[in-house]
């Protein structure tokens, strides 16, 4: 079995697991611990330490971390949700120095849409799919026949007066006390508008509430096909590890 070891870093919790990389699926315990208060690099570094240790293995297992935070060349370019240390931080450098292997180091929800492309939601389907991940922010990857283009961030367009993960993320339903029916009415806001600039082939919603994806699906009024992430809450974890991992399976 060629397998890979897949964390997600984000704002609440920081989890790990190994994948295996033909079937996607997690072939060890899903380990699971809070964020540090404060979200900083050196406290973030030890829990990601721990989990490693925890799921057993060796420096020679590939290894693919995924961070909530604009990533170009394992750079962390932006920190909406965690701590303001992570901005121009050589996150990649850092892992692969301190845990003494090499890091595939990505965006969350990039990694999110990889994994959908490959192994969910998104496996086939031709032209522009936009993932968004809907959780503490609301995370997005563009995925064009498969392929990522990397750190599309539309979670940040601004509408509706505000940068729009403020009130259609998950943390914001819930910090408003919204009902499915009102978010619902304010997913469909924002989908229309990107729908209206990108006009993509799908949208796969993701993030803990896509498992509720019935009581609000139906609700949201566009043209476009929706459908809920297959991985779930583990796409983070599976596409870190498949991009970590990838030139295994050639
Ligand atoms: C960040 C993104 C991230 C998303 C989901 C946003 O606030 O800017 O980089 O993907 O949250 O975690």
């Known amino acids: 079995m060629t397998t890979a070891l897949g964390i997600d870093i984000g704002g609440t919790g920081i989890k790990g697991a190994r994948v295996d990389l033909t079937s996607g699926e997690l072939v060890s315990e899903r380990v699971k611990y809070a964020t540090p208060e404060g979200g900083h ?10 989990i490693l240790d925890d799921l057993g293995g060796t420096s020679s297992d590939h290894t693919g971390i995924c961070f909530p935070a604009v990533v170009t060349h394992g750079i962390t370019r932006s920190a909406a949700n965690v701590s303001a240390d992570w901005i121009d931080f050589p996150a990649r450098d850092m892992f692969a ?3 003494d292997r090499d890091i595939h180091f990505v965006n969350d929800a990039d ?20 993932m968004l991940t809907l959780g503490t922010g609301i995370g997005s990857a563009f995925l064009m026949d498969g392929t990522l283009v990397p750190n599309s961030e539309i979670g940040h367009l601004e509408l509706l007066g505000t940068d729009i993960e403020k009130r259609a993320s998950n943390a914001a339903r819930e910090r408003d006390g919204l009902s499915f029916p009102e978010w619902a009415a304010i997913l469909t806001q924002y989908l229309t508008h990107v729908e209206k600039i990108f006009s993509p082939e799908l949208f796969i919603i993701g993030g803990g509430i896509s498992k509720e994806s019935q009581d609000f699906f139906p609700l949201i009024d566009i043209a476009t096909p929706l459908k809920a992430a297959e991985l779930l809450n583990n796409a983070g974890i ?13």
Not at 42 to 48: F, M, N, P, R
């Open 97 to 99: 120095r301190s845990l």
């Open 238 to 250: 599976v596409g870190a590890a498949y991009l970590a991992g990838n030139s295994l399976l050639d």
């Open 41 to 50: 690099p050196g406290d973030i570094l030890s829990v990601v330490a721990q």
């Open 111 to 130: 990694a999110a849409g990889v994994a959908e492309a490959r192994y969910g939601a998104a496996q086939g389907v031709r032209g522009l799919v936009i």
